[in-house]
């Protein structure tokens, strides 16, 4: 994107940078530029499908069996609307082991709004239908639950309704063609720009979208200040709005700023909005606090046409640090999990949580989407980690490797149901501390010759796991310990499963889901819903009195878009916001009207 390169003048005359760190954003725009745009989506996804690698099979043909499978989780979702209709209406969300509602999303009818796109997608016309007058007249300055303790008013936290509301108006709209949907995400944008009113233009945690004050401090969480570029993108886009397209892009300009100041590497998790730089505990993670902030790097990538490189380039540097520093294989049964570092010394913790399993979904579709190839980054600018990182790297295929960790780590998130007894997975586990940094043992495979497959996916048969709840006790046989048992009806396992059976058509991964589907409906259900379990490892399952918007947003969609042939929002056109909404693909020619507008100075309003 040519305002990238108004950033690197900046920064040259600024001085803080080396002129070999601009340098890696400057060739790889060049290399670039030299590929022929304007091809549409499907005939530049083709021409990288040959020759068909082995993960790219064909898909099944249709059969009676999964379409009998995508009409139960159809029914699935009508069990958990209805119910929130009928005792939640008018409210966020459906509690459902009392039968009463909830505000917890600022009074806004979140799960309608969440589950919009849902419902097109699964033909419920007569839901859709009656959702539309409710949303035209609905108040986005009207704010009615009270969030955040200690506050004296009302705050709207920004980067939740911005991933449930504002993408699910969004999709809804790209899927309907319906303007109302259009105008409200217009008028809501519009309503959460004041909250990008910092030095760099990153949103603060909160806002009362009638006084426009701000709220949350100058602290600002990774995923929560970088996961909104998507949504502001594609409002600029539909809309044909610079205003909108100004806040999306300032926030990857900034982003861009940090990864040359860093020189490669990941994103920390922790910031400070008064400076817009990373600061506070320095942690490494996917999981909590960081997942869609990364997802959002390749995203931005792939819905903007590809052509805005350094995107492309802060997600393989991301990544390239990912797998060789918070990938790690486990001693017994070989199982591949992604944890978190802390400190400058970046000790892993061993932590896997499920939130970090929509990252084997991220990397599958990155291998399937694009060549993937390092030689886009020069490497003598990079700090020496990221230096270290890109030359493991560089004897790899990466679209190989990437597409074998994103098999290796989707199949442990599956294991982690498929060993529970309630076939549930966990929220998070500890892994067994003496497991090895994956890229030694790749090391050693390599230095070997290459011989047999990757390593790392050897685990593939489920354990089942009698452990005692929280037992602090060695992690053998299973190689870890359930640290927190809750299972909240979380989407990103079956993300991934969903991701890795559509690139690679190998029906295990539709078995996988089916399995878990069939353990939702045996311990989630009740009569009016589906409710969080407080524990995975217990038979009969312990239910809570919750059932969260993003389990009909996403979790049912993903399963039904799982069980289905025909695929009504194919990957190589769409891309999935982080709450499971779809975008579609434009091209890049949309998306260039709009720089030569872009102030260069900081947003401030
Ligand atoms: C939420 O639903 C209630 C009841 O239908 C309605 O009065 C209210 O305006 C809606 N709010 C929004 C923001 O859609
Ligand atoms: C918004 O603020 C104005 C001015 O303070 C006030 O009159 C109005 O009632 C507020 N609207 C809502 C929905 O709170
Ligand atoms: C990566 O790109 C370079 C330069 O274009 C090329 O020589 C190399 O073969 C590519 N590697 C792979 C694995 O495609």
Same mark, same amino acid.
């Given at each position: ?161 911005? !991933? ?173 999990? !992604? ?267």
């Amino acid at each position: 994107m040519a305002s990238y390169q108004s950033v690197l003048s900046r920064f040259r005359s600024a001085r803080y940078i080396t002129a070999a760190v601009a340098a890696v954003f400057v060739v790889s725009t060049l290399y670039y530029i030299q590929i022929p745009a304007g091809h549409p989506p499907s005939d530049r996804f083709s021409s990288w499908n040959d020759p068909p690698r082995p993960w790219q099979r064909p898909i099944t043909p249709s059969s009676p069996v999964w379409d009998a499978r995508a009409a139960q989780v159809k029914q699935a979702y009508l069990h958990a609307y209805e119910g929130y209709l009928k005792y939640a209406e008018g409210y966020d969300e459906l509690r459902p082991l009392s039968n009463t509602g909830i505000n917890n999303f600022n009074g806004w009818n979140v799960t309608m709004y969440d589950s919009l796109d849902t419902m097109l997608l699964m033909d419920l016309h007569d839901e859709f239908s009656a959702a539309l007058p409710i949303i035209s007249k609905g108040n986005f300055r009207k704010i009615k639950n009270y969030k955040f303790p200690g506050a004296t008013k009302l705050y709207v936290p920004f980067f939740e309704t911005v !991933i449930r509301y504002l993408g699910g108006l969004l999709a809804a709209h790209a899927l309907s063609g319906e303007q109302l949907l259009l105008d409200k995400a217009d008028e809501l944008g519009t309503l959460l720009e004041p909250a990008f009113n910092t030095y760099k233009g990153f949103p603060v945690f909160a806002i009362d979208t009638n006084s426009t004050e701000l709220a949350g401090g100058i602290s600002g969480i990774l995923a929560e200040i970088a996961s909104c570029q998507l949504e502001w993108t594609y409002l600029a886009h539909t809309t044909g709005s610079k205003k909108h397209f100004r806040y999306g892009n300032q926030v990857i300009q900034s982003l861009v700023e940090t990864m040359i100041e860093r020189q490669g590497g990941m994103f920390p998790t922790n910031w400070n909005l008064q400076n817009g730089r990373p600061g506070g505990r320095d942690t490494l993670s996917v999981g909590a606090a960081a997942d869609s902030a990364h997802e959002y790097l390749l995203k931005q990538y792939l819905m903007t046409g590809q052509k805005d490189t350094a995107n492309l380039e802060m997600y393989l540097l991301s990544t390239n640090e990912m797998l060789t520093r918070l990938m790690y294989v486990t001693p017994n049964r070989q199982m591949l999990y !992604i944890t978190d570092t802390n400190g400058p010394k970046h000790m892993p913790s061993h932590v896997f949580e499920h939130l970090s399993c929509f990252f084997p979904g991220l990397l599958a579709l990155g291998a399937h989407t694009l060549p993937l190839n390092l030689s886009i980054i020069d490497p003598s600018g990079l700090n020496p980690d990221a230096q270290r990182a890109y030359r493991l790297l560089e004897n790899y295929d990466l679209r190989e490797l990437h597409m074998a960790a994103a098999e290796g780590l989707a199949t442990s998130c599956w294991l982690m149901y498929a060993d529970m007894p309630t076939g549930l997975g966990p929220e998070i586990a500890n892994m067994e501390p003496k497991s090895r940094p994956w890229i030694d043992v790749l090391e050693e495979w390599r230095r070997g010759g290459m011989r047999g497959p990757i390593p790392g996916l050897a685990a593939t048969t489920p354990m089942p796991y009698t452990k005692p709840e929280q037992s602090k006790a060695t992690s053998k046989p299973w190689d870890y310990v359930v640290r927190r048992t809750d299972y909240f009806l979380r989407p990103e396992t079956l993300e991934s499963i969903y991701i890795m059976w559509r690139v690679t058509g190998d029906p295990v991964w539709r078995e996988r889901g089916w399995g878990i589907f069939q353990a939702i409906e045996k311990h989630t259900k009740t009569p009016s819903g589906y409710a969080s379990l407080r524990s995975v490892v217990r038979v009969p399952a312990v239910q809570q009195d919750e059932q969260p918007s993003y389990f009909l947003a996403e979790t049912l969609k993903y399963l039904y878009l799982l069980f289905i042939d025909e695929d009504p929002v194919p990957l190589d056109q769409w891309v999935f916001n982080t709450e499971a909404h779809p975008f579609p693909i434009f091209e890049w020619s949309n998306y260039e009207k709009f720089k030569f507008d872009i102030p260069s100075s900081r947003v401030r309003n």
